[in-house]
C-alpha cells in the first residue's frame, strides 16, 4: 500500500520526467533565432507615402532598440521624429507554441493596441505580418507588413495598408533598419 508520501513523491518524480521528457522532444523552431537576430539597436531610414506610392514621399529617421525578454520574446522600443513630434512604439514579439506562428502586440501614442501574427519563409528570409489594429475613430483595419532579412546587419520591412479604391493593400511605409556597430 502507497502512504501519502510515497505517492507525492511518486507524483513528483514523474511530472518531472515527463517535463524533461517534453523539453528534449520539443526542437526549438526557427522562428526564434530570426527574433534573437533582431536584438541590438537598429538605425531606421523611414520613408511614408501618406498619399499613395505614386505620390511624393516623407523621409525621416529613427531608432529601433531590441531585447530579448526571456528565451523566447522580444521587447522593442522604436523612436523617430515626424512633423516635429517625436513618436514612440513599443512591441512584444515572439512564438506562440500552441498556435505555431509569431505573434505580438503592439503599442503606440494611439488608444489602441495592435495585435500581430506572423509567418516565416526561410528561404526568403522574410517573416509576413498581419496586424489587426484600429483608427483613431475606432474602425478596424488590417495591415500587411513583410520584414525581410538581407543580412545579419540590415532588414527592410514595408508596410501595406488597406485601400478603399481597389482591393487589397498598399505600399504606406518602408523601413531600411542597420544594425549599430
Known sequence: MLTHPTLAAAFVLGLATACLAQDKAAPKPAELEVLKASVGVWDAQIEVW????????IKFKGVETNRAFGEHWIASDFVFEYQGQTMKLHSIVGYDLDQKKLVGKVIDHGPYAATMTGQ???????????????????????????????????????????NAEKDGHTKFMQIKFVRRK
Not at 501618406?50 to 514621399?57: H, L, T
Not at 489594429?133 to 488590417?142: F, I, L, R
Request: charged share 25%; aromatic share 4%; glycine share 4%.
Open 50 to 57: 501618406p498619399q499613395g506610392p505614386d505620390a511624393p514621399s
Open 120 to 162: 516565416y519563409d526561410a528561404a526568403s528570409k522574410t517573416v509576413t505580418w498581419v496586424t489587426k489594429a484600429k483608427h483613431a475613430n475606432g474602425k478596424p483595419m488590417v495591415q500587411r507588413t513583410t520584414v525581410t532579412h538581407k543580412s545579419a546587419d540590415e532588414r527592410v520591412l514595408v508596410l501595406r495598408m488597406p
